[in-house]
């Protein structure tokens, strides 16, 4: 009962080229979000769709890049991967804001060669 | 901004026995939520326990349980009859009453001894 998919778990890319990690939900929530973790890090947000609506936030490099074509789906684009930007990156959902939980896929390990 | 913190990087906790998670918060609201999530090695993040601010009352999930103290700003969470399974990194959490975004503590690794 997969409900927070992402794929592929694990992306090799090369220093420069672009990366599209994807991200997918069953639960037809409205809140999208894609995080960054490092090692031994808390997740880090770099972005969240409210249906449509794209929430950057301030620190965010402007390397990174999502779109949300539909509810069910949200990508990730890294444009020009550097060797800072390996990492684990987490795509989680919830239905709405304040008390509801947020639901995390189990990430997509990426490494820059 | 708000900020959370867990100034305990590692604990470590003989099983069934007890173990408690200190988490501070800094907020100027007086309506939010608080988490305690859960994130086992090489599996994904998952809610532990949750509470909200303006209930006095402590949240209470099984063996997991916390210490809500909204005029400390502290909000601990307490593992009680640790089992091997409990072994992950813990991350506490803040979220504005109306808002998307969970600010995340820097985490808690949380070792379970046999």
């Known amino acids: 009962d997969a409900m927070v998919i992402q794929n592929p778990r694990y992306q090799v890319t090369q220093f420069g080229k672009p990366v599209t990690l994807s991200c997918s939900q069953t639960l037809n929530h409205n809140v999208m979000y894609w995080y960054q973790q490092k090692s031994s890090q808390a997740p880090k947000l770099l972005f969240h769709y409210y249906d449509k609506d794209f929430n950057n936030e301030a620190d965010t490099p402007d390397n990174f890049q999502s779109r949300r074509p539909n509810t069910s789906f949200c990508f990730l684009d890294i444009r020009s991967p550097g060797l800072g930007d390996a990492a684990m990156y987490l795509c989680a959902t919830s239905p709405g804001p304040g008390a509801y939980e947020q639901y995390f896929g189990p990430g997509t390990r990426l490494t820059v060669t | 901004a708000q900020t959370v913190t867990q100034s305990q990087p590692e604990m470590s906790v003989q099983e069934a026995e007890t173990v408690t998670l200190s988490c501070t918060y800094d907020?100027?609201?007086?309506?939010?939520?608080l988490f305690w999530y859960k994130q086992p090695p090489s599996r994904q993040m998952i809610l532990v326990i949750r509470?909200?601010?303006?209930?006095?009352q402590n949240a209470t999930e099984n063996r997991f349980s916390v210490n809500f103290q909204k005029a400390a700003k502290s909000f601990s969470l307490k593992i009680s009859d640790s089992q091997l399974g409990d072994a992950a990194m813990y991350f506490c959490a803040y979220r504005e009453a109306a808002g998307n975004k969970l600010t995340f503590g820097g985490g808690t690794r949380v070792l379970v001894k046999p």
């Open positions: 509470q909200e601010a303006y209930k006095q």
């Open positions: 907020t100027s609201e007086s309506d939010y939520y």
